[in-house]
């Protein structure tokens, strides 16, 4: 999932924080590749898992903040996705990530590129022209 132009949103901290959720998931990605040549990349996944936790909740806050400040409808609906998102997240963490570690980065990856990509171009774009 490299960083795509139609994930613009036209807000310059919104997009400069989306490439930065776009990097870690290239990292998930790198990962797979590291797992698929037989390296054993636990340290890595936990890290990234942090780090996406952390920036996560630094994005979301942000982004919550700037709806709430244009009084966004959807407000509510938005932050329980990024809820579910920073679960499902700490849910990877608490799994046994050197059990079938390969297939458990696998999983992790999809799950990023679906929900970021979705996120950004569906659940995102409800919003921004509010901003504009």
Do not use: P
Not at 29 to 52: I, N, P, S, T, W
Not at 71 to 95: A, C, P, T, W
Request: some cysteine; proline content about 0%.
């Amino acid at each position: 999932m490299m960083w795509n132009d139609k994930f613009l949103l036209g807000i310059t901290e919104i997009d400069e924080q989306h490439k930065k959720l776009v990097d870690l998931v290239e990292q998930t990605k790198d990962l797979v590749y590291a797992a698929e040549d037989g390296d054993d990349c636990y340290d890595e996944v936990v890290q990234v898992l942090k780090e996406l936790v952390d920036y996560t909740v630094y994005h979301f806050n942000f982004e919550e903040n700037l709806m709430d400040s244009v009084n966004y409808d959807g407000l509510i609906g938005h932050k329980m996705e990024h809820k579910i998102f920073v679960r499902k997240i700490s849910q990877f963490m608490s799994d046994d990530l050197d059990e079938d570690q390969l297939e458990k980065i696998e999983q992790i990856t999809f799950f990023l590129l679906d929900w970021i990509t979705k996120h950004i171009l569906d659940t995102d774009s409800k919003y921004v022209h509010l901003l504009r």
